[in-house]
């Protein structure tokens, strides 16, 4: 068994092929990324709160004595961009990182943007009014994340395009089937973003505001402040991940909307709050498909199988999001389901400090369409991003009818 990453059929619609496999077998050998993949709800989220698992290992072994390879030093900016993101750390850094990070980003802070998000929205929709033709991803979910990401960070809303192009390219490295092109074009934007992020800081010393970059150069815990590099990686994740999952949200979920008329209507007519339905969105058709972890310590189990320590495991979201065991029909898209409790947030120490904040920023996007667009349609078939892991169009015309 193996997941057929470069087959575009796949990549189209992957769901029938992981509802073959999680119906089969709850974990399974997937030898091109050397990686034992997880498919069913329980097991996933399981897996995301043990403590034995962990995002890296290098806090407790070696790489030689994982059996892992030195990283490759052509890619070495990627890496020192990674050095202390918060997704890749685990405790007791892990703990104090985001401890110093969580006084500044906080439901206030984000309570504080709607206004901002719900002006930002009305105006890019009106916009796309007017084009009445429209791509939902440029004209729209991609303008508007990069400019609450901007707004919040304290970056200038100028810079947004360069720094939506670095992310674009950076992501890229998470692919099951990453190219060493597309790893020289995430190695040189990760160089780039973090000077570029590294000038931001040098700024916020002498001109202070009360945005998050300042804010972070500012935090202090007992005395503990966060180091530079520390500042910049923190900021790149927070828009990386931010940024590509709101948008890819939006994407896939009013590609659905749009085939399933039916629910469409039921958000139209005000039935289901667009709140409510951000949460079936983020559970029909996740934007991150996958999410590793390496095993760190024995007695880890996952159906009758022991990991061994210094395998990983790697989660499937999008499989787990359908499994029957978990949710009623799953295979129906129902927005009035009102059932938070998917993964698609990640769990356990990982789960998403941006939550919030893509939340409300999806629930005013969503709202915004429905309530002011009520008639809008595909205006062509979606072209799908060539990716897996991070699940999503490069392209959705719609057309107001």
Not at 166 to 184: G, P
Not at 271 to 283: N, S, T, Y
Request: aromatic letters at 8%; hydrophobic letters at 40%; glycine letters at 6%.
């Amino acid at each position: 068994m193996h997941l057929p990453v470069d087959d575009p059929s796949f990549l189209a619609d992957p769901y029938s092929t992981l509802t073959e496999l999680r119906e089969s077998t709850p974990i399974f050998w997937n030898e091109p990324t050397h990686q034992w993949m997880v498919t069913r709800f329980d097991d996933v989220a399981r897996l995301l709160r043990d403590r034995r698992l962990g995002r890296v290992y290098t806090h407790r072994f070696s790489h030689e004595e994982m059996g892992q390879p030195e990283p490759d030093p052509r890619w070495g900016s990627f890496h020192d961009h990674e050095r202390w993101s918060l997704l890749g750390l685990e405790s007791p850094v892990h703990t104090r990182l985001r401890r110093l990070v969580s006084k500044v980003f906080t439901p206030r802070a984000v309570a504080g943007l709607e206004s901002t998000i719900r002006a930002t929205s009305d105006r890019l929709l009106a916009d796309c009014r007017e084009a009445a033709t429209f791509d939902l991803l440029s004209d729209f979910a991609q303008p508007l994340s990069v400019d609450v990401i901007c707004s919040m960070l304290g970056v200038p809303t100028i810079d947004g395009p360069r720094l939506l192009a670095w992310s674009h390219a950076i992501v890229k490295m998470y692919e099951l089937n990453a190219t060493d092109d597309s790893r020289v074009l995430a190695n040189q934007a990760a160089a780039d973003f973090m000077e570029y992020i590294a000038d931001l800081i040098s700024q916020k010393r002498q001109t202070p505001d009360d945005l998050l970059v300042s804010a972070l150069v500012g935090v202090s815990d007992e005395g503990d402040r966060l180091s530079d590099h520390e500042i910049i990686c923190t900021t790149m994740v927070l828009l990386e991940a931010g940024h590509e999952a709101s948008v890819n949200t939006l994407g896939n979920g009013v590609v659905a909307l749009m085939h399933q008329r039916d629910q469409w209507a039921r958000l139209t007519a005000g039935e289901v709050d667009a709140a409510i339905a951000v949460e079936e969105l983020l559970r029909w058709d996740p934007p991150l498909q996958l999410f590793a972890r390496w095993v760190l310590e024995p007695g880890v189990r996952v159906g009758d199988r022991e990991m061994k320590v210094g395998e990983q495991v790697a989660m499937l979201f999008g499989s787990a999001q359908r499994d029957p065991r978990r949710f009623a029909d799953p295979t129906s898209f129902d927005i009035g389901r009102n059932d938070p409790s998917h993964v698609g947030f990640g769990g356990g120490i990982h789960f998403c400090v941006g939550a919030p904040l893509a939340r409300l920023e999806l629930s005013i996007a969503l709202d915004g369409l429905a309530k002011q667009m009520p008639q809008v349609r595909l205006a062509g078939v979606p072209t799908i991003l060539p990716t897996f892991v991070l699940r999503g169009f490069d392209r959705v015309e719609l057309k107001i009818s």
